[in-house]
């Protein structure tokens, strides 16, 4: 192993120690051994050779690729040294996405497989959502039970700032059907060259003892001709688990447009 003064680049030192216990479900674990060598163990304790060395066979991290989520971690090894870990998911705070889709004309975008206990907290990505219908606002459904069922009752409630070039405004309501992405006063120009964009956050969808909260910001072409900007906070009022979330407009298909779903690492 080569210390950290004569690295070229020190981001950091190895030191040498002995095997390290097995590291959890879907991770691996390198660390340098007293012979100055590095080796893994993945989560069913089996040690692997994965550098011989300066100049030998094997100069790399062969971290098998089965175990490799997103993130190569530095952390400490509990007995005075460092360790890699390749963490399942990243790090708290990564990013890992769950579920996409892209329309092509598309009633809706209905997303049911990227909620569980793994994560609480989960962003949403609307990149270019064009209606094909002008006029219209674009809203967002919970949904729940085995299906999911989509809740179009009045258990919504929203509250937004809005800016344009000419001004700026307050807006929202309670006992909504949905939760409006966009404001029902500035509806949404049929415009291709801008669409919808923006970010939304869902926090525990899945809490039995509390309602589930989304904060975003949105921009979109408004069909007064005006650029548009969005913050926006609402809640589904339901202690109901929530298993998916509908995309619309509130008339007219989705004509192009793709939303992701990340969660993000506890």
Known sequence: MTKASDNVFPRFLVSEGGSTATPAAD????????????????????????????????????????EMDD?????PDGAGGVEFRAEAGGGGGA????????????????FSTFISS??????????????????????????TGAGPTWDTGANYA??????????????????????NVTNTSDTVDISGYYGIQGRITLYD????????????QIFYWNNANKVEGLVLSGVYQSLTAVTGIR????TGNIAVGTIRIYGMTK
């Open 95 to 110: 990013l890992v996405l769950l579920e996409q889709h892209t329309a092509a004309t598309a009633a809706t975008l209905d």
């Open 71 to 75: 993130t190569l971690v530095l952390a």
């Open 158 to 179: 929203v509250s937004n700032y809005r800016w344009i070039s000419g001004g700026s405004a307050f807006g929202g309501g309670i006992n909504l059907n949905s939760i």
């Open 27 to 66: 991770s691996v674990t390198v660390y340098a051994k007293a012979d100055g060598l590095l080796y893994s163990k993945d989560d069913a304790g089996t040690e692997t050779l994965v550098s011989s060395g300066p100049g030998g066979a094997s100069d790399i991290l062969d971290i098998p690729t089965a």
């Open 205 to 216: 969808p899945q809490a039995a003892a509390a309602y589930k909260p989304v904060m975003g």
């Open 118 to 143: 793994t994560y609480d907290t989960y962003v949403i990505e609307i990149v270019r959502i064009v209606p094909d219908t002008d006029n219209v606002n674009f809203v967002m459904l919970m949904g």
């Open 247 to 250: 995309f619309l407009f509130s």
